[in-house]
C-alpha cells in the first residue's frame, strides 16, 4: 500500500484531547475497541487455518499440487473475506451491525500489518529484532483502539466537543481550540482519528495534515551536543564552548514511597485470582485506582519534562548532535535499568529528530561506537579504559582535567564540523579509518560456553534461504520458503484444522 505524502509545506502531525464520555457513549467505546479485536483475532485464526491444514497435508504425503492453497492476507482480501463470513458467523452474526465498519477495518489492518511484517522478518528484509507470528489477542491484556478514517470526523465549533463515526458527539475534557483554528483558517485537514484507553481515560487522536512554516531558530550557526546520562539528564556543549546542565527530575523516584505504600494496601486487600476464578474485592480496586493514578502522573510528569527539554534544544540551535545509544542493550544492566528507563533517552532523540526538522535544522547522529567519554576534546587522545565510576576525564597527553560528561559533550558538538570537513573521526564513508586501542571505540564480548547459536532458532524457526528466483513470489506463496512451521501461532488452536 502506498504511504501517504502530505503536500508540499505540509506535515502530518497529530492532536490528542481526553475525552469525558457519559456511561452510553463508554460502552460504545468500549464495543468499538472490542470488535477491533474480534476482527483481528478472526483474520489470525482464518489466514493460520490454511498453513495448519497445509502441515497437516503434508505429513500425510500429499504433493504441492494437492495441498491446499495459501490464503491471502492483504487488507483487501481480508476484507472481503469478513464481509463474507460476518452475517454467517456466530462470532459476529448477532452483533456486528452494532458497531462501525472502521472498527472491524481496523482489526483487520493490525492483521494484515502484523502478517507483513512477519514475512519480511523471516526474508530478512525488515529491521530489527526477529518478529514471530501474529497471535490472538487476549481480552484481558489487549489495548483498547480503534481508528476512523471515513464517516463524520469533526471537531465542533464550540471547542469542546468532537463528533465520530457511530459514536456521535463527545465532550472533550480539555479545549480543542487549537486544532479548531488551524481546521477554520484552511491551514489543516483532518485526516483519521483514533480513540484509546490509556493512562485510566479515553483519548482520541486527529491525525491532521497541517500547514508548517519554518521556524528559524535562535542560534542557526552554532551547533549542539547533548551527552544524555542517569545522574543528569543531559550535558549541553555548543560549539561555542558554552556548557549547560539540565538536571535529571526523577520523577519515578520521587514517586516510589507514595507507590511502596500503595502497594503495601493492594497486597492486603483481596484480588483475582485466575486460578480459582476469584472476583477481586471493592476495596482491592480502589487501591489499585489510586495506585494506578501514581503511575499515571509519573508518566504525565516525564512526557511534559521531556518535551520542553526537546522544544527548547530544537529551538535554539541550528545543528544538534545526539549519540545513537543501545537503550535496550543498556536496560540489561539491573543496578541502572530502572532509571534509565525513567529518563527516556530513546524518546528524545526521537522528539529531536522531528522538531528540528520542523524548525529547519538538522540533527545528526554520531556512530554508536564513538569514544566520545574517552577522547579528550582538547587534545584528541583516547584512553584505552574508562570505567564508569570514574566521573572525571584526565589527560594523560594535555593537561586537561573536566568532567566526563562535559568533555563527552563537547567531543559531539565538534563531531557536526568533522562530518563536514571529512576528518575520519566521524566515521566518514570517505575517510580511511584510524585504528584506536583496543576498548576505546567498543566493548568486545566473550560468547558464553552452550550458547553459541546454531542452524535453527528459538522456536523452531528457519532462517529464509537467500537465492535468485526467476520470477516474482505471489503473496499467497510467500511462506513456501519458509519451510518448518514449527512456530507458528496456536499449535492447539481450535481454528488448526487436521483433516
Same mark, same amino acid.
Given at each position: ?73 492483504s487488507?483487501?482480501s ?9 452475517? /454467517? ?34 526474508q ?5 529484532a526477529r ?17 476512523? /478514517? ?25 479545549? /480543542? ?22 493512562r ?24 549542539v ?46 484480588g483475582p485470582?485466575? &486460578? ?57 544492566? &539491573? ?30 547522529l554520531?556512530?554508536?561506537w ?24 584526565? @589527560?594523560?597527553? @594535555? ?23 571529512? /576528518? ?24 558464553r ?16 534461504? &537467500?537465492?535468485?528466483?526467476? &520470477? ?28
Amino acid at each position: 500500500m502506498k504511504k501517504f505524502q502530505p503536500q508540499p509545506g505540509f506535515v502530518v502531525q497529530a492532536y490528542r484531547f481526553a475525552l469525558d464520555p457519559n456511561a452510553a457513549q463508554e460502552a460504545a467505546l468500549r464495543s468499538h475497541c472490542g470488535a477491533a479485536r474480534a476482527a483481528y483475532n478472526w483474520a489470525v485464526g482464518w489466514v493460520t487455518a490454511s498453513w495448519w491444514q497445509r502441515a497437516a497435508e503434508t505429513s500425510y504425503g500429499l504433493g504441492e499440487d494437492e495441498l491446499t492453497s495459501w490464503r491471502p492476507w492483504s487488507l483487501p482480501s481480508l476484507r472481503k473475506a469478513f464481509n463474507e463470513a460476518k452475517r /454467517t458467523d456466530p462470532m459476529f452474526s448477532a452483533w456486528w451491525e452494532e458497531n462501525s465498519k472502521e472498527a472491524y477495518n481496523t482489526g483487520l489492518a493490525n492483521a494484515a500489518a502484523a502478517f507483513d511484517n512477519y514475512a519480511k522478518s523471516k526474508q530478512g528484509k525488515r529491521k530489527g529484532a526477529r518478529m514471530g507470528a501474529p497471535r490472538f489477542k487476549s481480552k484481558r491484556k489487549a489495548r483498547l483502539s480503534c481508528r476512523f /478514517t471515513t464517516g463524520t470526523i469533526r471537531i465542533d465549533t464550540d471547542g469542546r466537543h468532537v463528533t465520530l463515526p457511530r459514536l456521535g458527539t463527545i465532550r472533550t475534557h480539555e479545549p /480543542t481550540v487549537k486544532l479548531l483554528a488551524c481546521v477554520q483558517a484552511g491551514t489543516a485537514r483532518i485526516l483519521s482519528a483514533t480513540v484509546r484507553h490509556e493512562r485510566g481515560r479515553w483519548l482520541v487522536s486527529f491525525q491532521a495534515e497541517v500547514k508548517r512554516n519554518l521556524q528559524r531558530v535562535a542560534r542557526p550557526d552554532v551547533t549542539v551536543g547533548i551527552d544524555l546520562g542517569v545522574k543528569t539528564l543531559a550535558v549541553m556543549a555548543d560549539s561555542t564552548g558554552e556548557i549547560r546542565t539540565v538536571a535529571n527530575p526523577g520523577h519515578y523516584d520521587a514517586a516510589r514511597k507514595q507507590l511502596r505504600r500503595a502497594s503495601r494496601v493492594i497486597s492486603r486487600r483481596q484480588g483475582p485470582d485466575r &486460578r480459582t476464578g476469584a472476583k477481586p474485592s471493592k476495596r482491592w480496586e480502589n487501591a489499585s485506582t489510586v495506585r494506578n493514578k501514581m503511575h499515571h502522573r509519573v508518566t504525565n510528569l516525564r512526557t511534559d519534562a521531556l518535551h520542553k527539554l526537546t522544544t527548547s534544544v530544537s529551538a535554539t540551535y541550528g545543528t544538534v548532535v545526539v549519540e545513537d545509544l543501545n537503550v535496550a542493550g543498556m536496560l540489561r544492566n &539491573r543496578r541502572l535499568a530502572r532509571r534509565i528507563s525513567d529518563a527516556g533517552f530513546g524518546e528524545i532523540r526521537r522528539q529531536i529528530a522531528y522538531k528540528t526538522a520542523w524548525n529547519g535544522g538538522q540533527m545528526i547522529l554520531a556512530d554508536r561506537w564513538f569514544a566520545s567519554s574517552k577522547t579528550c576534546s582538547d587534545c584528541g587522545a583516547v584512553k584505552a579504559k574508562l570505567p564508569l565510576h570514574v566521573r572525571v576525564f584526565d @589527560c594523560d597527553a @594535555c593537561p586537561l582535567v573536566i568532567g566526563r560528561d562535559d568533555n563527552a559533550a563537547l567531543n559531539l558538538a565538534a563531531l557536526a564540523a568533522d562530518c563536514s570537513t571529512g /576528518t575520519g573521526v566521524a566515521g566518514d564513508q570517505d575517510t580511511v579509518k584510524v585504528s584506536k586501542p583496543r576498548g576505546a571505540d567498543g566493548k568486545t564480548r566473550v560468547a558464553r560456553s552452550g550458547r553459541t547459536a546454531g542452524a535453527g532458532r528459538a522456536g523452531g524457526a528457519i532462517p529464509a534461504q &537467500r537465492g535468485k528466483e526467476a &520470477r516474482d513470489r505471489p503473496q499467497a506463496e510467500a511462506l513456501t520458503r519458509f519451510g518448518d512451521v514449527t512456530d507458528l501461532p496456536g499449535r492447539n488452536a481450535r481454528n488448526a484444522e487436521s483433516r
